[in-house]
């Protein structure tokens, strides 16, 4: 597989506990946002998603918040687990659904 | 991996060589994408191509070029490889379902000497 040295923030957090992982973004017309997942070797994996037109959405285990004022995503893992060892990254688009800017990323740690 | 191939998984080069990296989906999916990926930039867009020989250019396009002749396959061309080149490169296609979310190949490590 492939991965890259990334020099990324990281996060390390004690399994069993919940993580939180933020992401600030550029753009006020962007209006769609997607977090991915990318293990070591792997590509990216979809996550979550959510429009501008909410603030909080949730899925199995994760959640992700938007507060569109100060331009701020952040996705929750509850419970986290050694699995969720990862880079995240949040992504962004504006209308047309084709063209995502992705940020920089942060490196989830889950220590046993 | 969603039912994407890309090839070769690592290629290692001579500047001003040409490089073509392919992509294969299985899926039959209308949209495919090349990004790359280089440290603190995370992933950016190259090209992305909407249908057959329909493509459109991302944030970094320079220097590259693709052709998608059938459903498939999408092709980056690197015409003359540079040094600057040196990258992890990803194909995705994007699902048909109500989100948007791109589903990415394992990528291609490519590296220009």
Known sequence: GESVGLHLPTLSVQEGDNSIINCAYSNSASDYFIWYKQESGKGPQFIIDIRSNMDKRQGQRVTVLLNKTVKHLSLQIAATQPGDSAVYFCAENIGNFNKFYFGSGTKLNVKP | ?113
């Not at chain 2, 890309?6 to 290692?12: E, T």
């Not at chain 2, 495919?32 to 440290?39: F, G, T, V």
Request: one cysteine or more; hydrophobic letters at 20%.
């Open chain 2, 1 to 113: 991996d969603a039912g994407i191939t890309q090839s070769p998984r690592h290629k290692v080069t001579e500047t001003g060589t040409p490089v073509t990296l392919r992509c294969h989906q299985t899926e039959n999916h209308r949209y495919m994408y090349w990004y790359r990926q280089d440290p603190g930039h995370g992933l950016r867009l190259i090209h992305y191509s909407y249908g057959v020989k329909d493509t459109d250019k991302g944030e970094v396009s320079d220097g590259y070029s693709v052709s998608r002749s059938k459903t498939e396959d999408f092709l980056l061309t690197l015409e003359s490889a540079t040094s600057s080149q040196t990258s992890v490169y990803f194909c995705a296609i994007r699902g048909t379902g109500s989100s948007y979310e791109q589903y990415f190949g394992p990528g291609t490590r490519l590296t220009v000497t």
